[in-house]
């Protein structure tokens, strides 16, 4: 969807798009690193779980609608601003349909390293523990690596 | 694999540098590939949310 809605950003210089793309990028790192006044700024979401009862109805279908609903958006809690960034930078950037989904792949990659991380530590409640200590250091890296990668990529 | 190699190699931590690294070192020659690893990273900083 997002590259389909780019071409109306073509026109519009290389330099000033991938300007554009950093600049966000920054206030994004600034926002998660919790630097005042960027810390406070909201991200859209509709901030409501999946209820749980959806999986114990039929759980095939249940967990392809959990899955649905989490993946798109339609109810989650959105905990980091990297993800806004990149859809944003796919808006602008104008770079093909390729990239758009090698980028949402990527994107479903990263979703998927968590559970797959926990599982292969063998101790899932101390993992938890690790992962919640390192979350600010995830998040802002997130958005940091990317704010360099868009900085090489528009160079 | 011995408790104190497991816990490295499963280190929250590690996916974040991974595709950190590679969207680094393939932006000059893959910048695809780069893209792909954004995605990434921004689907991984999604860790601490359900």
Same mark, same amino acid.
Request: aromatic share 8%; proline share 7%.
């Given at each position: ?108 990659l990263g979703r998927a390293a968590t559970p797959l991380l926990r599982y292969a530590s063998g101790a899932g409640?101390p993992w938890d523990e690790r992962l919640r200590?390192r979350l600010?250091?995830i ?17 | 694999?011995?408790? &104190? @190699?497991r816990r490295w190699a499963t280190d929250p931590l590690l996916p974040s540098l991974g595709f ?6 393939? &932006? @000059? ?11 990434g990273?921004?689907g991984y900083?999604l860790s601490g949310?359900?």
């Amino acid at each position: 969807m997002l590259w389909l809605f780019s071409g109306l950003f073509a026109p519009l210089p290389s330099d000033s798009r991938y300007g554009a793309i950093l600049a966000i990028a920054v206030v994004a790192v600034l926002r998660d690193a919790g630097v005042a006044p960027f810390a406070s700024i909201p991200l859209p979401q509709n901030r409501r779980q999946v209820p749980q009862d959806v999986l114990q109805r039929d759980l095939p279908r249940g967990a392809a609608r959990f899955g649905f609903e989490l993946g798109t958006g339609v109810r989650t809690f959105v905990s980091a601003t990297a993800p806004y960034v990149v859809a944003v930078a796919l808006l602008l950037a104008n770079e093909g349909p390729l990239v758009a989904l090698l980028t949402g792949l990527g994107f479903g990659l990263g979703r998927a390293a968590t559970p797959l991380l926990r599982y292969a530590s063998g101790a899932g409640e101390p993992w938890d523990e690790r992962l919640r200590t390192r979350l600010r250091a995830i998040t802002v890296s997130a958005s940091g690596l990317s704010a360099v990668a868009f900085l090489v990529l528009a160079g | 694999m011995n408790d &104190a @190699a497991r816990r490295w190699a499963t280190d929250p931590l590690l996916p974040s540098l991974g595709f950190g690294c590679v969207a680094l070192v393939a &932006a @000059a020659s893959w910048p695809v590939l780069t893209w792909a690893m954004i995605g990434g990273l921004a689907g991984y900083s999604l860790s601490g949310s359900v």
